[in-house]
């Protein structure tokens, strides 16, 4: 049976296409390092990624590459920039950036001033984060393919059927008319970006008026320089530029959001049988997604790149966010990334054959789905700990000591065990501190242990007393269970009423994590003085 999951049906028509076609097919994807790219604009990497990751794995040759638009216009700075550390800055800090508005990222410096340029920076940046979640297209940045020449040709078509061109540009946007051409210069006195008015094909020139184009509404300003320029110093738009690079590259698959769907896409649909002669890739839209119940956007400022991301999820869970369906618009809520973990250690259960997932369908996609996410496999199923335990155990004690304690209560057997849980501790007290919330957990101190005790009701506090004397006598955690319920009828106290105070007094919470687990975490003699008031 084939796989019903997205990654493998798209591997599959890449594959039939190929072979039609007869050469390796070529998955692309692609950014504007303009500075503001975040985990949304991940999703363009990933749905190439996980179908080319398919179709190597079904012992087929593919090409996956990344394109970083480096002739793209500075058209807005982002609220804050992320140094090569991955460290943020706020963007005030930069204000000679506004300068460079209008002008190709590649003639932008870095405001780092660690790179060639902001575009080079933030190609760096975006590389650096995919490689940390080890997924490595091979790099092109689109300045480079216009230097080698490859865009001659298309350039030359775009002004050779000038009037096509017009036509789909005039058809699809109703501001441009006709007469427009869809290609803009550098100028050569202030390197803004010009909407050219004149080509001359021979000689490979355009003529243009510095301050001819509009980014977003607003009118670049230009130096008013007029002349003709080679076209190596210029670009096509954006939506004849897509179609190029498609056709450079003979791209098999891209996959694009909803956003270019409705727009550039269409383009693309008539730029290449039309004007280029060539067939459009096999075309897959994604939605995009909303982080905290929020749109991020690189403006405001609430975005997170993967470095961000990686400091409170580990790597493989982060990506088996992407693996899921990706037409459904998600929310992902940083304060519930347990959710999400515990999740993918079900699916790890089911991959290695230990699932308990209700149907078989649902059991086959959760294998597939784990397989694809997970960079290297473990080699036999981990036991693993929750998220959520790992969350307060590493606010509890040091992480070393508290895979020891995982040991010693048998949460964990082998060496592998350890290190991975040691990987989800590291991150879920980061994660705790950062989005916790509720999750946050310190034991009392005396004082606040005192405090505490005195807002219960004189039976809570007996019934404890009570039991600090169980857990002096009696080791065994089903017997201590049965003395707290024998005590709490003794005294008429409801159970659940006991439970509320022994959290109460010990961490300052209605609930907690599992209470024999919390009392050996925090030590039978501690527990003892917190609860008792026998004495006082
Ligand atoms: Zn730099
Ligand atoms: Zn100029």
């Not at 985990?39 to 590459?65: M, Q, T």
């Not at 980061?430 to 004189?458: C, D, F, M, P, Q």
């Not at 017997?479 to 707290?484: A, F, N, R, S, T």
Request: hydrophobic letters at 40%; aromatic letters at 10%; glycine letters at 6%.
């Amino acid at each position: 049976m084939s796989s019903l999951h997205w990654a493998d049906q798209l591997a599959e028509k890449i594959i039939e296409r190929s072979h039609s076609e007869k050469r390796v097919p070529n998955v692309k994807c692609q950014q504007t390092p303009s500075g503001g790219k975040h985990i949304g604009n991940l999703n363009d990497v990933l749905r190439a990624y996980f179908p080319y990751k398919s179709v190597i794995e079904k012992g087929e040759k593919c090409e996956f590459i990344h394109m970083s638009d480096d002739r793209d216009p500075l058209k807005d700075i982002p609220a804050k920039l992320a140094d090569l550390e991955a460290k943020w800055h706020d963007a005030a800090k930069f204000p000679e950036l506004k300068k460079f508005y209008g002008q190709p990222l590649f003639k932008v410096p870095d405001p780092f001033q660690c790179c060639e340029s902001y575009a080079k920076h933030f190609t760096i940046v975006w590389m650096n984060g995919l490689h940390e979640i080890d997924v490595k297209p091979i790099l092109h940045y689109t300045g480079d393919v216009y230097k080698q020449g490859k865009f001659d040709p298309y350039i030359k078509l775009v002004f050779e059927k000038r009037e096509i061109a017009g036509k789909i540009v005039s058809d699809l946007q109703a501001s441009k008319d006709t007469s427009y051409i869809p290609f803009d210069a550098f100028c050569p006195q202030c390197s803004v970006l010009a909407n050219i008015d004149d080509f001359d094909i021979k000689n490979k020139k355009v003529h243009f008026t510095c301050g001819g184009k509009t980014i977003k509404q607003k009118k670049a300003e230009g130096c008013g320089y007029e002349g003709w320029q080679p076209w190596s110093e210029g670009k096509l738009q954006w939506r004849f530029e897509w179609p190029a690079l498609m056709s450079i590259f003979h791209t098999t698959f891209e996959p694009f959001g909803k956003d270019h769907a409705e727009g550039s896409w269409k383009s693309v649909m008539r730029i290449m049988p039309e004007i280029f002669n060539t067939v459009p890739p096999i075309p897959f839209v994604y939605e995009f997604f909303l982080v905290n119940g929020e749109k991020m956007s690189a403006s405001k400022g609430n975005v997170y790149i993967v470095q961000d991301m990686l400091k409170i999820i580990e790597a493989d869970v982060f990506k088996f966010y992407y693996v899921k369906r990706p037409e459904k618009q998600r929310d992902l809520d940083l304060t519930k990334i347990f959710q999400l973990t515990d999740e993918f250690d079900l699916s790890e259960q089911a991959f290695f054959g230990k699932g308990e997932l209700q149907s078989e369908n649902r059991e086959e996609n959760a294998k597939r789905m784990y397989d694809l996410a997970v960079s290297n496999p473990p080699k036999k199923c981990p036991k693993r700990v929750s998220f959520a335990f790992c969350a307060a155990l590493s606010q509890l004690m040091p992480l070393d000591a508290a895979v020891e304690k995982l040991n010693e209560l048998k949460h964990i057997e082998t060496k592998q065990d350890a290190e991975l849980a040691m990987q989800r501790l590291l991150v879920a007290k980061i994660w705790s501190v950062t989005y916790g919330g509720e999750h946050k957990l310190a034991i009392s101190t005396a004082e606040e242990a005192v405090e505490r005790k005195n807002a219960l009701s004189e039976n809570q506090r007996k019934v404890l007393s009570e039991f600090a004397a169980v857990i002096v006598s009696e080791a065994d955690e089903t017997k201590q269970m049965e003395k707290i319920r024998e005590i709490c009828k003794a005294n008429n106290l409801a159970i659940s009423d006991f439970f509320a105070a022994i959290y109460a007094v010990l961490i300052g919470k209605p609930r907690g994590p599992k209470l024999f687990t919390l009392i050996s975490v925090i030590g039978r003699e501690k527990v003892v003085s917190l609860i008792d008031s026998s004495g006082a």
